[in-house]
C-alpha cells in the first residue's frame, strides 16, 4: 500500500524549543497514523543560509512540496497564523490537497461567532463537516471520526 503524503506546514522550525519538543511529536503522530510526513525544515535544511538566493531556493522547495503532496496538515497558531504556513495553506486549497488544521491556540483571530480563523482557511474544507478537519489537541489526531484518518485510508 502507497502511504499518502502530507505536508506539514508549521512555524516550530524557527524555535529551537519547538523544533526539539513540539515538532518531533506532531510529525512521530501522523506517521503513526500511516502519513509519509513531509516536514520542510528537515526537508530544506541542506540549503546553505549563508549563499545568496537562499531564501528564493527554500521558497521554491517548499512550494513544490505542496504542489506534490496529497495533502496538508497546517499548524495555524498565532493571532495571526504563520505568514509562511497561509501561503503554502493557500497554495494546497487553490490545487484541492487534503486540507488539515491543527490549532490549540486558545486565542480567537476572527469576529465570527462560529470559525475560529479567518474565513478563507476554511475555503478547501467541505461546508458541512469542517470541524472533522480541524484538529485542536493532539490526542484528536488519531479519532476514526475525523476527517485524517478516514482520508488517509482512503489510499
Given at each position: 500500500m502507497v502511504r499518502k503524503t502530507l505536508?506539514?506546514?508549521?512555524?516550530?522550525?524557527?524555535?529551537?524549543?519547538?523544533?526539539e519538543r513540539l515538532l518531533p511529536e506532531l510529525?512521530?503522530?501522523?506517521?503513526?497514523?500511516?502519513?509519509?510526513?513531509?516536514?520542510?525544515?528537515?526537508?530544506?535544511?541542506q540549503i546553505d543560509m549563508g549563499e545568496p538566493g537562499w531564501?528564493?531556493?527554500?521558497?521554491?522547495?517548499?512550494?513544490?512540496?505542496?504542489?506534490?503532496a496529497d495533502g496538508i496538515f497546517a499548524v495555524?497558531?498565532?493571532?495571526?497564523p504563520d505568514e509562511g504556513v497561509m501561503v503554502e495553506l493557500g497554495i494546497a486549497?487553490?490545487?484541492?490537497?487534503?486540507?488539515?488544521?491543527?490549532?490549540d491556540d486558545f486565542r480567537r483571530c476572527t469576529d465570527s461567532g462560529d470559525y475560529p480563523l479567518n474565513l478563507m482557511l476554511f475555503a478547501g474544507?467541505?461546508?458541512?463537516?469542517?470541524?472533522?478537519?480541524y484538529y485542536t489537541r493532539l490526542d484528536?489526531?488519531?479519532?476514526?471520526?475525523k476527517a485524517l484518518v478516514r482520508w488517509l485510508a482512503e489510499g
Open positions: 505536508y506539514l506546514a508549521n512555524p516550530y522550525g524557527f524555535s529551537a524549543q519547538q523544533r510529525v512521530e503522530r501522523l506517521e503513526a497514523l500511516g502519513a509519509e510526513v513531509w516536514e520542510p525544515f528537515a526537508r530544506n535544511n531564501a528564493w531556493r527554500v521558497a521554491q522547495a517548499d512550494t513544490r512540496d505542496v504542489r506534490e495555524v497558531n498565532g493571532t495571526p486549497i487553490a490545487l484541492g490537497k487534503g486540507i488539515f488544521l491543527f490549532r474544507l467541505p461546508e458541512d463537516g469542517w470541524r472533522d478537519h484528536e489526531l488519531g479519532a476514526p471520526g
